[in-house]
């Protein structure tokens, strides 16, 4: 069965402060992998996304992940947060055929000034 | 491009009663999905539907629970002689193709069950 295990429900940091939280998957097929993030209040929302090709991804505001295929790993990074970047991040995967995205528990990113 | 509106934002019902959520989705989108999420969890995977036709439902979807989307376009989900257990945050997406490019969520309807 396919599972998607991210490592700590909260991570706290200092502002300006590198972060990397951590998502860990296990499935017997090829999956796509994602991340979302969750504002107060709000939907999730897209953050980025690996399909093939470059195992590094980036997001527009800063973010990135790398697929790392032998550790089944897609760890979350990024080298400066900011006050903004305080939300819930979530992981997912989708088997690739699929259409039911698998989340994992959650990590909730609090940037202290 | 309007995003995924879903209505009410917030219900609050009695134990027993029945509820209907409903969900307009981007009008170019063909797939629509419906998630639940509860305090401290991700979301978990309900029924997904490709224009009218509902192609995949989770064990979770007792049978209390219904979805439709008569016309392709916005959906609801009913949940009928609604229990303490289902309270919850009530997610709808959708998608343009396969959900390979990515959901777009809407903000959800939070179900409090009293």
């Known amino acids: 069965a396919q599972s998607v295990t991210q490592l700590d429900s909260q991570v706290p940091v200092f502002e300006e402060a590198p972060v990397e939280l951590r998502c860990n998957y296990s499935?017997?097929?090829?999956?796509?992998l994602f991340w979302y993030v969750q504002y107060p209040n709000q939907g999730l929302q897209l953050l980025l996304k690996y399909l093939s090709g470059s195992t590094l991804v980036e997001s527009i505001n800063g973010f990135e992940a790398e697929f790392n295929k032998s550790q089944t790993s897609f760890h979350l990074r990024k080298p400066s947060v900011h006050i903004s970047d305080t939300a819930e991040y979530f992981c997912a995967a989708l088997i690739q055929g699929a259409q039911k995205l698998v989340f994992g528990q959650g990590t909730r990113l609090t940037i202290n000034p | 491009d309007t995003g995924v509106s879903q209505n009410p934002r917030h219900k609050i019902t009695k134990r027993g009663q029945n509820v209907t959520f409903r969900c307009d989705p981007i009008?170019?989108?063909?797939?629509l999905y419906w998630y639940r999420q509860t305090l401290g969890q991700g979301p978990e995977f309900l029924t997904y539907f490709q224009n009218e036709a509902q192609l995949e439902k989770s064990r979770l979807l007792s049978d209390r629970f219904s979805a439709e989307r008569p016309k392709g376009s916005f959906s609801t989900l009913e949940i009928q002689r609604t229990e303490q257990g289902d309270s919850a945050m009530y997610l709808c997406?959708?998608?343009?193709?396969?959900?390979?490019?990515?959901?777009?969520f809407g903000s959800g309807t939070r179900l409090t069950v009293v």
């Open positions: 009008s170019e989108h063909n797939r």
């Open positions: 499935s017997s097929v090829s999956v796509y």
């Open positions: 997406a959708s998608s343009f193709g396969g959900a390979n490019y990515g959901y777009t």
